[in-house]
């Protein structure tokens, strides 16, 4: 059975402050209103990682998660913030490749690999995010272009490597956008990358990770996403940020 997952993805929002008050919210709604095993990882800025460590506590389903790391373990890396350091805060997931990452701060897939081995070296377990832009969609590439990016970045690991790393699809045209992809376009592309690896390990692999789909995400699409029987949950960016949309994305597994 895979792990189903849904992951707040706050980006570069929120005080302190509203960083606990959110993530308490989530917290005390997530434990008397869900039904359903699905893991929920809250994941913050680097700075607020400690602070909502402490609200978590000990919780069995609720999870801390960074936004990235670096690709070394410690040194002249001036800003940047190491995996280990990461597990020290408590953490332990970490998004890696995220589309804003890759276009903002150039991060193409050979740095992923090494961030990605880098990671889970260091047992944290990589959110590895893929996905095309629109105009790669329009041309008919998206499954090309998705297949390189998780080859270069992931082929290399080793197959219990690969069993631990999450997937996350985010058609780079969905997020943000209020477009979403329909269901049977995220079906679609989920069964490609799990053939891909299926076809690379092996089938007993490539059922074993969990694939999760991000795009604008909503309490009102959820469900309807979350059943297709390649997509294991989802990454969610602006609605993970209001207590009461998150919780009820979390209860679309219900
Ligand atoms: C994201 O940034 O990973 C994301 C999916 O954002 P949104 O849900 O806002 O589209």
Not at 39 to 48: E, K, M, S
Not at 131 to 144: F, I, P, S, T, Y
Not at 205 to 217: C, F, K, M, R
Request: include cysteine.
């Amino acid at each position: 059975m895979r792990k189903k997952i849904v992951a707040g993805n706050w980006k570069m929002n929120c005080t302190l402050p509203e960083g606990k008050k959110l993530a308490s919210e989530v917290i005390h709604m997530v434990e008397d209103e869900v039904n359903n095993d699905a893991d929920v990882i809250l994941i913050p800025p680097f700075i607020h990682l400690t602070g909502i460590h402490s609200l978590i506590g000990s919780s069995n389903n609720i999870f801390l998660g960074a936004q990235n790391c670096h690709q070394h373990q410690s040194g002249a890396f001036t800003g940047e913030v190491s995996a280990e350091m990461l597990i020290s805060a408590g953490a332990t997931y970490v998004i890696l490749g995220h589309s804003e990452r890759r276009e903002y701060f150039h991060e193409t897939d050979e740095l992923l690999a090494d961030k990605v081995s880098f990671a889970l070296d260091n047992n944290l377990t990589p959110i590895f995010c893929c996905g095309e832009k629109l105009e790669v969609r329009e041309a008919g590439k998206h499954e090309d272009l998705v297949k390189t990016q998780v080859e270069k970045a992931l082929f290399g690991l080793t197959k219990d490597q690969i069993k631990k790393v999450v997937i996350a699809y985010e058609p780079v045209w969905a997020i943000g956008t209020g477009k979403t992809a329909t269901a049977e376009q995220a079906q679609e592309m989920h069964a490609f990358i799990r053939k891909q690896i299926a076809d690379k390990y092996s089938q007993d692999v490539a059922d074993s990770i969990s694939i999760l789909y991000g795009g604008s995400v909503k309490p009102e699409n959820a469900k309807e996403i979350f059943s297709q029987p390649d997509v294991d949950g989802g990454l969610i960016g602006g609605a993970s940020l209001k207590s009461r949309d998150f919780t009820n994305i979390v209860k679309a597994f219900d």
